[in-house]
């Protein structure tokens, strides 16, 4: 191992991360709300979408 | 709506989602200062990415108008160019929020920052020239002109001035974008999805832009 190796990986523990938060935290819930909003806006654009498809062909 | 020319927007929704997912899920790299702000790499630098894909889409355009006087590639120019323009602005303020909690201010004096500012004043030039016209043909010729040389200025601006000096942003001043200290495999995998998607999302959205610009231009000249 090289010296900058071990260094990073010496330094590296101490760094804060959010560990906990994705095991106990309910962070899932999170995820899937935001999981959520993206479809729903994604979806609103296929909805646009298919609104002007209709405009045109008039 | 056929399936055929639908793909690409179902995919690049596909992968916003997994992005919108795996981007908060996913293992990232421990480093010291960025923490968990590593993640915004998924969300702030596709901004960018698909900026640049639509700016290029709009000064293509424009180039095709010029050669065939076709209005619809006008169109196409003018709603490229703002929806990369308003990516643009949601890219600055996602870094400023991002830069405010890592380099200790949301605006500091760095040179890729500055290049953006001008880059996007330039951009602002083209939108308050088309407004000046009255006549539509005139309007299009020299906002074509304009985009090209706005694209022109653009393009240098941020992908060379900040790497002739010394930026904050990584990739600048010397060394490569994203090298392997700062995103490992796994985030890669998430990256390029992310990327990927927000092009597709961003070229989805300008072209229906440019086909809502169509339909009123055709409504007026009935």
Redesign the interface.
């Known amino acids: 191992m090289s010296l900058d190796l071990i260094l990073s990986i010496l ?8 560990d906990g938060l ?1 095991q106990d935290g309910k ?2 819930v ?2 899937a709300v ?2 959520v909003v ?2 729903g806006i ?1 979806l609103y ?2 909805l ?3 609104r ?2 209709k ?2 062909k008039q | ?1 056929t399936l055929k020319n ?1 793909w690409w ?1 179902i995919l690049g ?1 596909i992968l ?2 997994y992005v ?2 795996m981007g ?2 996913g293992e ?5 200062i960025l ?2 702000t590593i993640r915004n790499v998924y969300f702030h630098v596709p901004m960018w990415f698909s900026m640049m894909t639509l700016m290029t889409i709009s000064v293509w355009r424009s180039i095709q108008y010029l050669r065939t006087g076709d209005i619809i590639r006008d169109q196409q120019a003018i709603a490229f160019a703002s929806t990369a323009f308003y990516l643009g602005i949601l890219g600055f303020i996602t870094g400023a929020i991002w830069g405010k909690f890592t380099w200790g201010s949301a605006l500091p004096a760095d040179p890729k920052l500055i290049a953006v500012e001008v880059g996007l004043l330039i951009y602002a030039a083209y939108f308050i020239l088309r407004g000046s016209f009255e006549d539509e043909q005139k309007k299009a010729r020299l906002s074509a002109v304009y985009n090209i040389f706005a694209f022109a200025a653009f393009m240098p601006l941020v992908w060379i001035l900040p790497r002739v000096t010394d930026s904050l942003h990584p990739g600048n001043g010397g060394n490569p974008a994203f090298g392997k200290y700062d995103m490992d495999n796994q985030m890669r995998m998430v990256f390029y999805p992310a990327v990927i998607g927000w092009v597709l ?1 961003g070229i ?2 300008a072209s ?1 832009k440019a ?2 610009i169509k ?1 009123e231009y055709n409504k007026l000249n009935q």
């Open positions: 330094l590296q523990s101490d760094v804060v991360m959010a994705r962070f899932w999170v995820i935001v999981a993206t479809l994604l654009l296929f646009l979408d298919k002007v498809s405009l045109e | 709506m639908t927007k929704a916003l989602v919108s997912i908060l899920a990232v790299p421990r480093q010291p923490n968990e999302v989805w959205v229906l086909r809502i339909l």
